[in-house]
């Protein structure tokens, strides 16, 4: 089992910054591609963006493209996201997700093997 546990959300203004982070427990971290997906009521749950468990390799879905960077500290078990030029919308609860099958199935397939409980963000206009 991992467990992941996500900090760091809350409302920001419009054009601000917030970096989540999530903190893994339980399994060895860096055997793990991590992610972050988000959903806004009412819509399914999207891709944001992965990392393999090198960090070498990143993945960003083209509505955050230069805006969002993960990174990943395996020493500290933790994914962060850094989320720049943040525009308003829906609020979205973001989540962190680890799969073993790696990063790029990740973005493709978005079916991770463990979630964490998600946090909310929310841009004011």
């Known amino acids: 089992q991992v467990q992941l546990v996500e900090s760091g959300g809350g409302l920001v203004q419009a054009g601000g910054s917030l970096r989540l982070s999530c903190a893994a427990s339980?399994?060895?971290?860096?055997?793990?591609?991590m992610g972050w997906f988000r959903q806004a009521p009412g819509k399914e749950r999207e891709f944001v963006a992965a990392?393999?468990?090198?960090?070498?390799?990143?993945y960003y879905a083209d509505s955050v493209k230069g805006r969002f960077t993960i990174s990943r500290d395996n020493a500290k078990n933790t994914v962060y996201l850094q989320m720049n030029s943040l525009q308003p919308e829906h609020p979205a609860v973001y989540y962190c997700?680890?799969?073993?099958?790696?990063?790029?199935?990740?973005?493709?397939?978005?079916?991770?093997?463990?979630w964490g409980q998600g946090t909310q963000v929310t841009v004011s206009s």
């Open positions: 990392i393999s468990w090198s960090g070498g390799r990143t």
């Open positions: 339980g399994r060895t971290f860096s055997n793990y591609a």
């Open positions: 997700a680890a799969s073993g099958r790696g990063a790029d199935f990740l973005a493709r397939v978005g079916v991770p093997g463990y």
